[in-house]
């Protein structure tokens, strides 16, 4: 099966036999607040879960997690849309049946330190999820790097 052949099984709704599936983002985070990715978050949504690993960092630039990971930079509810948008007449993701969790590494401004990715992994592996998928580009590593 060429490259051309497999691409063409993800099309918008392709997935949507998969209704327990619960796929694990993590990057900028999500606007959970959009119809089209369920319109909340928790227990019920769409978005059943998510977790801010970074927050506002404080004033000596460490991070401070919450549990509000609204996006603020747009990539993670991108990719959040391809993968689960669903309610829409115009926007269909590839698993619309699927839910979500979604784990903020990135702050409004667009790094990652490797150590917050790793625990966000965790976080997710321990939460049950089945698939964590990671939508990552910085020139950033370890804090001490």
């Known amino acids: 099966m060429g490259v051309e052949s497999q691409s063409a099984l993800l099309t ?10 619960e796929l694990a983002l993590t990057k900028s985070s999500i606007d ?15 978005v059943a879960y998510g977790y801010d690993l970074v927050g506002d960092y404080d004033a000596n630039g460490n991070p401070a997690p919450d549990d509000d990971p609204m996006d603020c930079l747009g990539h993670g509810t991108h990719v959040a849309g391809i993968i689960g948008a669903s309610n829409d007449p115009y926007i269909l993701g590839v698993a619309p049946n699927a839910t979500l969790h979604m784990y903020k590494v990135f702050a409004c401004e667009d790094n990652a330190p490797t150590d917050i990715l790793i625990q966000a992994f965790i976080m997710a592996h321990n939460n049950g999820v089945d698939v964590i998928t990671s939508s990552i580009g910085s020139n950033n590593g370890w804090p001490e790097e």
């Open 32 to 46: 959970y607040n959009l119809p089209a990715l369920g319109g909340g978050i928790g227990p019920g949504f769409k």
């Open 12 to 21: 918008p709704g392709s997935l949507a036999c998969l209704e327990s599936i």
